[in-house]
Every structure is written in structure tokens, then in C-alpha cells.
């Protein structure tokens, strides 16, 4: 589908690609990884069509639609809702849908001789998906986090992070031959990472995904290609092969440029003794050449690890066992609506604790409290005996002042008291040599602003870590240096982070903020999906699967049209205490039978009102469906007496009518099968 042939491109005096070659075949599923500036977006920008190369030439074959996003979406109209603006991801679909109703009303003006161009244009919008599009529309952008309520409102009034979940939304729902995805979970909760990944699984189409997110690339992709050093190198594996090979060929670039260094080495150290011999000029002349040629095929180690750095935390301080504690705590930020809502848990020390839940729900306000930013509004939240926070905000980034050195950001944040030794020594302990503490610190990569803003932190000593999001600027490399410095520590960690591998490998448990509860788990992240989909399993107990023939619904992988809402969490009821002395006396098998048939006959009258509103439904769903065949066969095959806009509208009164008669079934079989 895609053949890079010997491609460069340069910016400035920056080589950015050089002579790159490889391919993408149809149906493939690419994970496209490297450091962050190595040239993994301009790979995408040569596809769409954006940059132009200096040397070589791309061939597309076969003319596929290609599905990206853009980086500052905007709306059409100021008044464009969300929905209209998710929907105009198809390309084509909105004329064509304008063409339909102009064609239609001529038909109904008596104009039969436009009817085999409507049919045309029909056939195209079908093709398109366009009669289930708005469905598709609808299940992808509650699956990335919007309440049904959002879909009517100006796009205008979401903010750039929603936006670009909307913008991601009418990719998705577009379902292009090929789709680029460029980070695709820098805006995403981790529910809303958790479900692209199983919608993603089920794209058919060419995938191409530039990730630091592992989960999404050891769940997603087969082929990895390497963006580094100006080259790329695909991978015949996963990303867990990849990782692997990448150290076996890396040993091998080494002993490479070392034999290269070795051999030029002597060329130059013949050169430089022969070249003012008469004698030896020539040979001399000759040594020369092969040295330019060498240059000129420069063996160049991948940047990566030219960049590698090393992050050790200090010991934590001494505390008291209770780190934090809230009591029906209350936080509002304008009075009227609560963000978090009577929330009681508590930490102790050395807990690593994830927060999960959407965005929204109240994770870095809870963040903050903690921090002390925050006071809560009403209840309680104290924390324990000599406990020290360090916070580290999602604009960890942008509160390291870039134009002041490594040095001069770290020696602003040193306490009172601390000598120049042992600021030197931890300036070290984060890796940063005497090459390094000189630079500005905006020219720093990812990775070593994440270490200056540690740096920072652990310089004030504390023994409670809250970390929002602290991987969002770092590459795959920079992320396994943080998890493995985290899972090092000895103190008491809090994090909020889309990284599901990084909140698997980090936390030992997890609270989850929904909207109706805040709720904790004493395991690490398997122990919470494990719990989470046994409640959810225990909802659904004794539900029957609807009834078939069900049409102009998609659902989305959990089954839920429309939206993608956290699991309703209602906490139970204790159960009444009973004296063991006092308990009830044993029934005998005839007084039993007695009970059971008295139940039985006080809950006929409901049983069979249940059973026949089942049997309706069921009965009527059958005479929907057959009626909606009717309909889309007349749309399909058009007689000259068809009335078009009159038969959408059965169409659409039919669809209507089989959610109502669907969700009526669900809701008394649901009950029917409870009471059985």
C-alpha cells in the first residue's frame, strides 16, 4: 500500500530522514516508535501529502481514503454541535446527503427522470456507511468520554482536549482504508485508552500508530518500524521482539562503528606521517580517499541511547504509618455543583496507588487537596505524622522556565541549609554530568525535563509522591527509566496516568472515581479489572440476549449504544446482624415446600404480567423487522410510484419503534428472569 523509496528530507541544515526505505503492506498494523524529534510525524506528513521530500518518492497504491487527525480542529459555523461536526469526518457524506434530499424532492415533485441518478447516489451513500453513520458517530464519541447531553452543544465550547477526542471520534467513525494515528492517547483518561484499544481492535482497514503507549502498541500492532538517527528500521514482530532485536542489532551497530573508528584511525595515522613524503604522497593521496569514504558512510548510533540517563530516588524521610486520610469529604469549585461527593478513604505509607476514572470526575482536584493547593469544602482530609508531599502536575513541563540552565532550575529549588557537595551529588544521582547542567533548559528532550522536574522535587526531601501524569512528554525509553525508578522507591506513591502498562508495573492499588461513588481496590491494576468485570457480570446475571433481526444499532464492544459510561457502582446495603443464639427454627422439607409455593403465588400476577409484556415485545420486533425489510427493499429497488422521503421517514419511525420495543424487553426479561 505505501512504498517509502530512498527518501530524504532536510530541515534547514537538520537531516531529519536519510534515504529511507521500506514498506507498508495492505491490512497491516504498524507501531511507528522512536525519541520524541526523530521524525515520526513527518512520516505522516509525506502521506498526507503535507511535505514534500528533498530526494525519493513515496508510491501509494491503490488510491485508499486516509484517515488522520488534525492538531487545532475547528468548527465550520459557530453554531456547529459536536455531533455535526464528529459526522462531517466523512469525506463526501455531507453532499451527498444534500444531494439525496434534493434528488428526493424532485421525485416528489414527479421528475422520474432523475430516479437512476438518485439510485446512483443512493448506492454511494450506502457505501459510504451513511445510514448508520450517525449511530457510529454517537458510539465513538461516548466511548472517548462525552455524555449523551454534550452531543447537542457548540462544538466552539469544548476545550482543545476535548476537541481533539472529538476529532478522533469522526476518524473512527469514518472507517478509512488507512488510519493514522499520531499519539492518540495524549487526551484520553485511561478508560477512554482502554476502550479505543478494543475499538481499535476490530478495525479492519491499515493501521499505522505512532505510540510511547505500550499498551496500545503490544495490543494493536505486529510490525514495528523504528524512527531514529535519520533512518528507519522495521521490525517483523511485535513490540516485545522489537524490544529484543533492537539490543541484538544495537550490539552489533556498536561493534560496527568500533571497527570503523579503528580502521580510520589508522588511514589517518598513516596520512598524517606520509603525506610530506615525495615517496610516500601517493599512497598517502590514496589513504585519503578511503578516509572521505568512511565519512561519508559514517556509522551513527541510534539517539536513544545516546540519551539514556539514569534516575535513582532518594530515600523517603521517616513518617507515620497514616500517610493521607478523607472523611466524607465534599469539593466544589463554584458551589453548586460538587466535584468530588462524600468521599472517605485513606493511604498508608508505602502504598502506590493509581487513580482512575474520566476525565472531569475530580482525579487532580483530589490531586491538589492532597497537595494542599486545595482546601475541600466541606468534611475532612488530613494528612498523617511528618508526611512531605511532592507534587508533580500535569505542566511540569511548562513550570520549568526554559530559558535558565539545569543548574540555575535546580539550585532555585534547593531548602535552606543544603551544601554545594550534596547538591552536586544529587545533580548526578538524576543524570546530569558537567556537559549537562549548562544547558539551557529548553533544549531539553522529554525524558530530561521529566529527570530536572524529579530533580527538583526530591530536593525538597518529601516521602509522598503525586505524580499527574507524569509520562505524558516521555518516549518508550523515558517511560521504563521512570517505572523502573517508581517501582524502586520506598515511599508512598499517588498517580494519575493513561499509561495502562505503567499504572500495571507501578501500582500495588487503585481508587476509581465515578460518578456516583469513589471506590478502592487493595490490588494492583489486574485485581481491579478483575473486580470490576465481576460486578459488571454480576449486573448482568440472568439478562437474556435480545432477540435478532435488530438493525440500524452498532454497539460498541461493551455493548452499550451511544456511550461508554463508568459501571454504576451503588454501594450495598448491610446486611441486619443476627444473635447465632436467637436464629429462626429449622423448617421442615413440607413446611418448606409450604413457603415456596405461597412465594410462588404471590408473585404469579407479576410473573405473568412480565411474560406477556416479553411476548409482545418479541412479537412485535418480528413485525418491525419485516416491515423495515420492506422499507429498505423499496429504497434499494425503487418502483416509479416510490414516495422516497416518505418511505426514510418509516424507515427512520421503524428504527425508532424497534429501540423502544427492544429496551421494554430487556427491562421486563431482566426482572422476569430475577423473580424465576
Given at each position: 500500500?505505501?512504498?517509502?523509496?530512498?527518501?530524504?528530507?532536510?530541515?534547514?541544515?537538520?537531516?531529519?530522514?536519510?534515504?529511507?526505505?521500506?514498506?507498508?503492506?495492505?491490512?497491516?498494523?504498524?507501531?511507528?516508535?522512536?525519541?520524541?524529534?526523530?521524525?515520526?510525524?513527518?512520516?505522516?506528513?509525506?502521506?498526507?501529502?503535507?511535505?514534500?521530500?528533498?530526494?525519493?518518492?513515496?508510491?501509494?497504491?491503490?488510491?485508499?481514503?486516509?484517515?488522520?487527525?488534525?492538531?487545532?480542529?475547528?468548527?465550520?459555523?459557530?453554531?456547529?454541535?459536536?455531533?455535526?461536526?464528529?459526522?462531517?469526518?466523512?469525506?463526501?457524506?455531507?453532499?451527498?446527503?444534500?444531494?439525496?434530499?434534493?434528488?428526493?424532492?424532485?421525485?416528489?415533485?414527479?421528475?422520474?427522470?432523475?430516479?437512476?441518478?438518485?439510485?446512483?447516489?443512493?448506492?454511494?451513500?450506502?457505501?459510504?456507511?451513511?445510514?448508520?453513520?450517525?449511530?457510529?458517530?454517537?458510539?465513538?464519541?461516548?466511548?472517548?468520554?462525552?455524555?449523551?447531553?454534550?452531543?447537542?452543544?457548540?462544538?466552539?465550547?469544548?476545550?482543545?482536549?476535548?476537541?481533539?477526542?472529538?476529532?478522533?471520534?469522526?476518524?473512527?467513525?469514518?472507517?478509512?482504508?488507512?488510519?493514522?494515528?499520531d499519539?492518540?492517547?495524549?487526551y484520553?483518561?485511561?478508560?477512554?485508552?482502554?476502550?479505543?484499544?478494543?475499538?481499535?481492535?476490530?478495525?479492519?482497514?491499515?493501521?499505522?500508530?505512532?505510540?510511547?503507549?505500550?499498551?496500545?502498541?503490544?495490543?494493536?500492532?505486529?510490525?514495528?518500524?523504528e524512527?531514529?538517527?535519520?533512518?528507519?528500521?522495521?521490525?517483523?514482530?511485535?513490540?516485545?521482539?522489537?524490544?529484543?532485536?533492537r539490543?541484538?542489532?544495537?550490539?552489533?551497530?556498536?561493534?560496527?562503528?568500533?571497527?570503523?573508528?579503528?580502521?580510520?584511525?589508522?588511514?589517518?595515522?598513516?596520512?598524517?606521517?606520509?603525506?610530506?613524503?615525495?615517496?610516500?604522497?601517493?599512497?598517502?593521496?590514496?589513504?585519503?580517499?578511503?578516509?572521505?569514504?568512511?565519512?561519508?558512510?559514517?556509522?551513527?548510533?541510534?539517539?536513544?541511547?545516546?540519551?539514556?540517563?539514569?534516575?535513582?530516588?532518594?530515600?523517603?524521610?521517616?513518617?507515620?504509618i497514616?500517610?493521607?486520610?478523607?472523611?466524607?469529604?465534599?469539593?466544589?469549585?463554584?458551589?453548586?455543583?460538587?466535584?468530588?461527593?462524600?468521599?472517605?478513604?485513606?493511604?498508608?505509607?508505602?502504598?502506590?496507588?493509581?487513580?482512575?476514572?474520566?476525565?472531569?470526575?475530580?482525579?487532580?482536584?483530589?490531586?491538589?487537596?492532597?497537595?494542599?493547593?486545595?482546601?475541600?469544602?466541606?468534611?475532612?482530609?488530613?494528612?498523617?505524622?511528618?508526611?512531605?508531599?511532592?507534587?508533580?502536575?500535569?505542566?511540569?513541563?511548562?513550570?520549568?522556565?526554559?530559558?535558565?540552565?539545569?543548574?540555575?532550575?535546580?539550585?532555585?529549588?534547593?531548602?535552606?541549609?543544603?551544601?554545594?557537595?550534596?547538591?552536586?551529588?544529587?545533580?548526578?544521582?538524576f543524570g546530569?554530568?558537567?556537559?549537562?547542567?549548562?544547558?539551557?533548559?529548553?533544549?531539553?528532550?522529554?525524558?530530561?525535563?521529566?529527570?530536572?522536574?524529579?530533580?527538583?522535587?526530591?530536593?525538597?526531601?518529601?516521602?509522598?509522591?503525586?505524580l499527574?501524569?507524569?509520562?505524558?512528554?516521555?518516549?518508550?525509553?523515558?517511560?521504563?527509566?521512570?517505572?523502573?525508578?517508581l517501582q524502586?522507591?520506598?515511599?508512598?506513591?499517588?498517580?494519575?496516568?493513561?499509561?495502562?502498562?505503567?499504572v500495571?508495573?507501578?501500582?500495588?492499588?487503585?481508587?476509581?472515581?465515578?460518578?456516583?461513588?469513589?471506590?478502592?481496590?487493595?490490588?494492583?491494576?489486574?485485581?481491579?479489572?478483575?473486580?470490576?468485570?465481576?460486578?459488571?457480570?454480576?449486573?448482568?446475571?440472568?439478562r437474556?440476549?435480545?432477540?435478532?433481526?435488530?438493525?440500524?444499532?452498532?454497539?460498541?464492544?461493551?455493548?452499550?449504544?451511544?456511550?461508554?459510561?463508568?459501571?454504576t457502582?451503588?454501594?450495598p446495603?448491610?446486611?441486619?446482624?443476627?444473635?447465632?443464639?436467637?436464629?429462626?427454627?429449622?423448617?421442615?422439607?413440607?413446611?418448606?415446600?409450604?413457603?415456596?409455593?405461597?412465594?410462588?403465588?404471590?408473585?404469579?400476577?407479576?410473573?405473568?404480567?412480565?411474560?406477556?409484556?416479553?411476548?409482545?415485545?418479541?412479537?412485535?420486533?418480528?413485525?418491525?423487522?419485516?416491515?423495515?425489510?420492506?422499507?429498505?427493499?423499496?429504497?434499494?429497488?425503487?418502483?416509479?410510484?416510490?414516495?422516497?422521503?416518505?418511505?426514510?421517514?418509516?424507515?427512520?419511525?421503524?428504527?425508532?419503534?424497534?429501540?423502544?420495543?427492544?429496551?421494554?424487553?430487556?427491562?421486563?426479561?431482566?426482572?422476569?428472569?430475577?423473580?424465576?
Open positions: 500500500m505505501l512504498d517509502f523509496q530512498n527518501i530524504s528530507v532536510h530541515y534547514g541544515l537538520q537531516d531529519v530522514l536519510t534515504n529511507v526505505s521500506f514498506r507498508v503492506n495492505k491490512g497491516e498494523r504498524v507501531g511507528v516508535v522512536g525519541p520524541n524529534g526523530s521524525g515520526k510525524s513527518t512520516l505522516f506528513k509525506i502521506i498526507l501529502g503535507e511535505l514534500s521530500t528533498d530526494h525519493g518518492e513515496l508510491v501509494i497504491e491503490e488510491s485508499p481514503t486516509i484517515g488522520s487527525t488534525r492538531q487545532h480542529p475547528e468548527p465550520d459555523t459557530p453554531d456547529e454541535t459536536l455531533l455535526e461536526y464528529a459526522m462531517r469526518g466523512v469525506p463526501g457524506f455531507c453532499e451527498l446527503e444534500a444531494k439525496m434530499k434534493t434528488l428526493e424532492a424532485r421525485l416528489d415533485a414527479g421528475e422520474t427522470s432523475v430516479l437512476k441518478e438518485y439510485g446512483e447516489v443512493q448506492t454511494a451513500f450506502e457505501h459510504l456507511g451513511g445510514y448508520d453513520l450517525e449511530t457510529r458517530v454517537k458510539v465513538a464519541l461516548g466511548g472517548l468520554g462525552f455524555a449523551v447531553e454534550e452531543f447537542a452543544k457548540p462544538f466552539a465550547s469544548f476545550s482543545g482536549g476535548w476537541r481533539m477526542r472529538a476529532e478522533l471520534s469522526r476518524v473512527l467513525a469514518s472507517e478509512p482504508d488507512l488510519l493514522l494515528l499519539e492518540p492517547s495524549n484520553l483518561d485511561l478508560p477512554a485508552v482502554d476502550w479505543l484499544q478494543r475499538f481499535l481492535k476490530l478495525y479492519s482497514g491499515t493501521l499505522m500508530l505512532i505510540s510511547h503507549d505500550r499498551y496500545l502498541l503490544k495490543t494493536l500492532t505486529s510490525i514495528i518500524v524512527v531514529d538517527a535519520g533512518t528507519c528500521t522495521r521490525y517483523e514482530g511485535d513490540l516485545d521482539w522489537y524490544l529484543r532485536e539490543e541484538v542489532r544495537y550490539q552489533q551497530l556498536v561493534q560496527a562503528k568500533a571497527n570503523q573508528d579503528h580502521h580510520r584511525e589508522q588511514l589517518q595515522r598513516f596520512v598524517d606521517r606520509f603525506r610530506a613524503q615525495a615517496t610516500k604522497a601517493a599512497q598517502a593521496q590514496s589513504r585519503q580517499k578511503l578516509i572521505d569514504k568512511i565519512d561519508e558512510e559514517r556509522i551513527v548510533l541510534p539517539k536513544r541511547y545516546s540519551r539514556r540517563g539514569r534516575l535513582r530516588l532518594a530515600e523517603p524521610p521517616p513518617s507515620g497514616e500517610m493521607f486520610r478523607c472523611e466524607n469529604m465534599f469539593f466544589s469549585y463554584d458551589g453548586v455543583k460538587n466535584v468530588l461527593h462524600d468521599v472517605t478513604f485513606n493511604i498508608a505509607r508505602g502504598d502506590k496507588v493509581a487513580v482512575i476514572g474520566y476525565n472531569g470526575l475530580g482525579k487532580t482536584t483530589l490531586m491538589r487537596i492532597i497537595a494542599g493547593t486545595r482546601q475541600p469544602t466541606a468534611g475532612k482530609a488530613v494528612l498523617g505524622h511528618n508526611v512531605v508531599c511532592g507534587y508533580l502536575s500535569q505542566e511540569f513541563a511548562e513550570t520549568i522556565p526554559p530559558d535558565l540552565t539545569v543548574y540555575r532550575n535546580a539550585k532555585n529549588a534547593i531548602p535552606p541549609g543544603m551544601n554545594e557537595k550534596n547538591f552536586r551529588n544529587q545533580l548526578g544521582a546530569f554530568d558537567e556537559n549537562d547542567v549548562e544547558k539551557p533548559a529548553g533544549v531539553l528532550s522529554g525524558g530530561e525535563k521529566i529527570r530536572l522536574a524529579f530533580l527538583r522535587l526530591f530536593l525538597q526531601c518529601p516521602n509522598f509522591l503525586l499527574d501524569e507524569p509520562t505524558t512528554h516521555l518516549d518508550l525509553d523515558g517511560r521504563a527509566l521512570l517505572q523502573d525508578a524502586k522507591y520506598k515511599g508512598t506513591i499517588l498517580l494519575v496516568s493513561h499509561d495502562i502498562e505503567f500495571r508495573a507501578v501500582a500495588t492499588s487503585v481508587i476509581e472515581i465515578t460518578r456516583e461513588e469513589v471506590r478502592t481496590y487493595p490490588g494492583g491494576y489486574d485485581y481491579y479489572c478483575e473486580k470490576k468485570a465481576q460486578r459488571e457480570a454480576a449486573g448482568r446475571a440472568g437474556l440476549d435480545p432477540p435478532n433481526g435488530r438493525a440500524g444499532r452498532l454497539d460498541p464492544p461493551n455493548g452499550r449504544a451511544g456511550r461508554l459510561d463508568p459501571p457502582t451503588a454501594r446495603e448491610a446486611a441486619p446482624y443476627q444473635n447465632p443464639t436467637s436464629a429462626a427454627p429449622k423448617l421442615t422439607s413440607k413446611e418448606l415446600r409450604q413457603q415456596r409455593a405461597a412465594e410462588r403465588a404471590k408473585l404469579a400476577p407479576r410473573v405473568k404480567e412480565l411474560k406477556r409484556r416479553v411476548e409482545t415485545a418479541e412479537r412485535k420486533l418480528d413485525e418491525l423487522q419485516k416491515a423495515l425489510d420492506t422499507a429498505s427493499e423499496e429504497l434499494f429497488n425503487p418502483k416509479p410510484t416510490t414516495n422516497f422521503a416518505e418511505v426514510n421517514r418509516q424507515v427512520r419511525t421503524i428504527q425508532f419503534e424497534i429501540d423502544r420495543y427492544t429496551a421494554d424487553w430487556e427491562a421486563a426479561a431482566t426482572e422476569l428472569e430475577q423473580l424465576s
